[in-house]
């Protein structure tokens, strides 16, 4: 039952939403035109599960992209909310 548990942990935190944190994609490896902002469908592009909404969230001058300083700012968040979700695991 030990071992069951173990995997059912792991796959839980294999779903959850932290699409950039830890050692994701560089900023420019994203940013595929060079425009040094990432749109949506950019994002997209390295990860699907990713919505406008949650761009726009992190898009803190509405420009409908992601600066550098923005990209850096939600990443820091998943990495946040990725070991929040492995100390506790209340949310599952
Ligand atoms: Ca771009
Ligand atoms: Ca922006």
Do not use: C, H, R
């Amino acid at each position: 039952m030990k071992k069951l548990a173990t995997i059912t942990t792991i796959a839980a935190f294999a779903m959850a939403p932290a699409a950039f944190a830890g050692t994701g994609p560089a900023f420019a490896d994203i940013d595929t035109n060079a425009d040094g902002f990432l749109s949506v469908s950019e994002i997209q592009a390295v990860a699907p599960e990713v919505t406008e909404e949650e761009v726009a969230a992190y898009d803190a001058d509405a420009d409908s992209m992601l600066s550098e300083v923005e990209f850096e700012a939600w990443k820091m968040d998943q990495k946040k909310d990725s070991d929040t979700e492995t100390e506790t695991n209340s949310d599952y």
